[in-house]
């Protein structure tokens, strides 16, 4: 079993937001989160210690990455420092991310829309007893 937890930490307009990608068997799980101010390493630190087992991952998608082989330490740490330069997250959290946001908002919608059914019943119920209750003193 593989596993691999990446965290990119980048500016979007008005506040610090980070981005965990978490690469599990070949599926991707995408996880956003929004610091507000910037964030110093301890309190990133902090967060990856007590509250990852909180995060809502997106559901499962599939990364085609074929697997990925022990490279040499200098050459992973070119890596980062390129990644580190470049701004943003990847094209597939991206999607991830994209497709999350589209699933909370149907169940947002459908939660909002039976909270409301939900109500009217209520009211109509209520007036159709208020309706009784003058009726009963006749």
Same mark, same amino acid.
């Given at each position: ?23 599990? @068997?070949? !599926? ?16 990133? !630190? ?15 998608? #599939? ?13 992973? *740490? ?17 999607? #991830? @991310?994209?497709? *999350? ?26 007036? *159709? *007893? ?9």
């Amino acid at each position: 079993m593989c596993l691999s937890v990446k965290l990119t930490v980048f500016f979007e307009e008005p506040f610090w937001v980070g981005v965990f990608e978490k690469n599990e @068997m070949d !599926y991707l799980f995408v996880c956003r989160v929004v610091f507000g101010a910037e964030p110093k390493d301890y309190e990133i !630190y902090d967060l990856v210690l007590k509250d990852y087992c909180n995060l809502k991952f997106s559901s499962s998608f #599939a990364a085609n990455n074929g697997r990925e082989r022990r490279s040499n330490p200098k050459r992973l *740490q070119r890596e980062v420092k390129k990644e580190v330069k470049s701004i943003g997250i990847g094209t597939k959290a991206q999607l #991830a @991310m994209k497709l *999350q946001q589209e699933m909370n908002k149907v169940e947002r919608r459908s939660k909002s829309r039976e909270e409301k059914d939900h109500q009217k019943e209520e009211q109509f119920a209520l007036r *159709q *007893q208020k309706k009784k209750e003058k009726h009963k003193g006749h």
